[in-house]
């Protein structure tokens, strides 16, 4: 089974529109563990959805794959495709890498690997784990995750 192949009916009973819900509570200032925890996507109903982090990552992937290292410089961008001014440390690889294998295995990323048969990148055949993001896979949205991702109203600068 590949991992892009999936049922539209995984979606669920979703809110038609999503926007942020945050805390600036810290548990840890030094580490910022447990941090992400606090922010999260909700629905206009209240209820908590993804965490932050992952919806960042959806909105990343919108328009083409990447690798996890991309995904990091994508997220610290402080331009207009980035999210590094929504939190409040510079995005690490291990944070990536945890909201990365969350969203393969909640089927909204799939992963492509580099076939030298055909000489471009084609879906895995399963599920591969990212430990460190130096491992040659790529990431792109699945149709339930540019669903989810449409349904999203980001955080908006009140600074803009």
């Known amino acids: 089974?590949?991992?892009?192949?999936?049922?539209?009916?995984?979606?669920?009973?979703?809110?038609?529109?999503?926007?942020?819900?945050?805390?600036?509570?810290?548990?840890?200032?030094?580490?910022?563990?447990?941090?992400?925890?606090?922010?999260?996507?909700?629905?206009?109903?209240?209820?908590?959805?993804?965490?932050?982090?992952?919806?960042?990552?959806?909105?990343?992937?919108?328009?083409?794959?990447?690798?996890?290292?991309?995904?990091?410089?994508?997220?610290?961008?402080?331009?207009?495709?980035?999210?590094?001014?929504?939190?409040?440390?510079d995005f690490t690889v291990k944070e990536v890498v945890t909201a990365v294998n969350a969203l393969i295995r909640d089927g909204l990323v799939c992963q492509l690997v580099y076939d030298t048969e055909c000489a471009s990148a084609v879906s895995a055949d399963s599920a591969i784990e990212i430990i460190t993001?130096?491992?040659?896979?790529w990431h792109e949205l699945t149709e339930i995750g540019r669903q989810i991702w449409e349904q999203w109203e980001p955080p908006i600068d009140e600074a803009d």
């Open 1 to 89: 089974m590949r991992i892009c192949k999936l049922e539209k009916e995984s979606l669920g009973t979703r809110s038609s529109t999503m926007s942020a819900k945050w805390s600036t509570t810290t548990l840890d200032p030094t580490t910022n563990q447990g941090l992400e925890t606090f922010m999260v996507a909700t629905d206009t109903n209240g209820n908590e959805g993804r965490p932050l982090i992952e919806m960042f990552i959806l909105d990343v992937l919108r328009h083409d794959i990447e690798d996890v290292f991309s995904i990091v410089k994508m997220l610290n961008n402080t331009g207009s495709i980035g999210w590094r001014k929504f939190w409040p440390h």
């Open 133 to 137: 993001g130096s491992e040659e896979v």
